[in-house]
């Protein structure tokens, strides 16, 4: 027969067998939840790689420079757009004779809403890549965006309040800038999972530079003319 003793003592054992389950109930539920979140990473990982390789495989199919630059640009809109909110995409090509960034397609806007179709290397924010050669990122706060176009064409861009300025680097030298305005959701998305800007920026990098190459290949360096090879 249970005294008077024993009985606090057999509650307390109670709580403590009622904790303990409880406790692992709640690793249960956290384990359950890594797991679900690891899927969900995995199935969102395998649909950045699938969008890589297309992505590749059409820079690649590239017949021109200026093709490919198009290309860039629309890929660089692609992941940077929101379900309802299509980001303003450009991109600065480096003129190395007049050793500018001059401004050489666009998506979703055009030459008349920008506020300077080239900027110096010492010009802000380009500036900013003279220091980093990364990713750089500008939120709604910081009003990235009248950098780039006219006072009377921000409404274009209204629901685009971040940047993301994207080096293309071709031999250790930034050979073209891209600049993508696009909502808050999609800026706080890419700025958290970087692997799939990244990879875009590596593969259009790398196109670039083949298509450096090869029209270098073709032209004659002091006339700017196709040289006979090319006929």
């Known amino acids: 027969m249970l005294n008077y003793l024993s009985i606090p003592v057999l509650c307390v054992a109670i709580v403590l067998v009622l904790l303990l389950i409880g406790g692992q109930e709640i690793r249960i539920v956290v384990l ?10 995995t ?7 699938s969008y890589l390789i297309k992505t590749a495989q ?6 021109s420079k200026d093709k490919l630059l198009r290309l860039i640009i629309e890929t660089f809109g692609e992941i940077t757009k929101s379900d309802r909110v299509p ?19 666009g ?20 500036k900013i890549f003279r220091k980093s050669r990364e990713l750089a990122f500008f939120d709604e706060t910081e009003n990235i ?9 921000l409404y274009a861009a209204k629901e685009a309040d971040c940047a993301i300025m994207s080096p293309l680097i071709v031999e250790s030298e930034i050979m073209a800038i891209t600049v993508s305005l696009c909502t808050k959701t999609t800026f706080e998305f890419l ?8 990879a875009v920026v590596s593969q259009a990098s790398i196109a670039l530079g083949s298509a450096v190459q090869s029209e270098l290949a073709v032209l004659d360096r002091l006339t700017k003319v196709y040289n006979h090879v090319y006929f």
Do not use: H, W
């Open 107 to 126: 998506l979703n806007l055009d030459v008349t809403m920008l506020k300077n179709t080239s900027y110096s290397p010492e010009d802000m924010p380009f």
């Open 43 to 49: 199935e969102k990982r395998n649909i950045q790689l």
């Open 32 to 41: 359950r939840k890594r797991l679900d979140e690891a899927i969900i990473g």
């Open 58 to 63: 059409t820079l690649s199919s590239a017949l």
């Open 145 to 153: 965006k009248s950098n780039f176009l006219k006072e009377g064409k």
């Open 191 to 198: 700025k958290k999972d970087l692997y799939l800007l990244q």
């Open 87 to 105: 980001s303003l995409c450009a991109l600065y090509l480096m003129d190395y004779n007049a050793s500018r960034f001059v401004y050489e397609t």
